[in-house]
């Protein structure tokens, strides 16, 4: 489906939403080729909150189907921040994830790295003990960083929604706390850390949260399930 410029702005709407509920029942590299296309004319974050939004209405409209447009739609939010990359850059997405149980804190990281072909080809999944939320979030950038090196990714865009982290970075770059981040910076071609909506980061957080809970240690690597491997970006 195109949408047409002379149409008027509610039709415009009424087009994007069907394109956008078509492709989350039904999934194809068709469709979701023709929404990476609209960044062209969309701000990245608009077009992910609308996907998100039309997702939500769906899910409650078909809930037998609710899975399944779940999982289109959080494919469909990566593939469209990852294609406003520039080209030949890996993205990521991280998170962390605290909670509090008997007084003690239980942390825990998640993080998806996809590579500079569109493809995802790795995740971290990884409970790191009494930590607290903000170093929860700083060290699943750290270890994204440090997977990407390892996949000689290097060019590297990081998607996080911890706003006081990515403050920190770019206005305070000598902090302390961030001597590992600027090594493996340095490491590095290209590095930028972006911000993030946490509603369009619940991939990352997912993994997360599955970590602080269950103490899953790391997997990188690991393709994901059928349905959602299909994901290529570019």
Not at 11 to 28: E, G, R
Not at 35 to 61: D, F, N, S
Not at 175 to 191: G, I, K, N, Q
Not at 196 to 214: C, G, K, V
């Amino acid at each position: 489906m195109i949408i047409r410029p002379h149409v008027t702005r509610r039709q415009q709407a009424q087009q994007l939403n069907a394109m956008l509920d078509q492709a989350l029942l039904s999934l194809t590299s068709s469709y979701r080729y023709q929404i990476q296309q609209l960044i062209t004319t969309h701000q990245v974050k608009k077009l992910a909150e609308r996907l998100r939004m039309r997702a939500t209405i769906l899910a409650k409209q078909q809930p037998r189907q609710r899975e399944p447009i779940l999982e289109a739609r959080d494919a469909l939010i990566l593939a469209l921040y990852a294609a406003a990359a520039p080209r030949g850059w890996a993205c990521a997405w991280c998170d962390g994830s605290c909670i509090k149980v008997n007084a003690q804190q239980h942390a825990g990281i998640g993080a998806i790295l996809i590579d500079e072909r569109g493809e995802i080809v790795a995740r971290i999944s990884q409970a790191i003990g009494a930590k607290d939320s903000f170093s929860a979030e700083l060290i699943a950038v750290v270890a994204i960083m440090k997977t990407a090196l390892k996949h000689d990714q290097r060019q590297l865009r990081v998607y996080c929604d911890n706003y006081g982290l990515i403050q920190l970075w770019c206005e305070q770059r000598n902090d302390s706390r961030l001597v590992e981040m600027r090594r493996l910076a340095a490491s590095l071609e290209r590095f930028s850390l972006h911000p993030i909506p946490r509603q369009h980061n619940q991939p990352a957080h997912r993994l997360a949260i599955a970590a602080t809970r269950s103490a899953t240690t790391v997997h990188v690597g690991t393709r994901l399930p059928e349905h959602q491997g299909e994901l290529k970006i570019r």
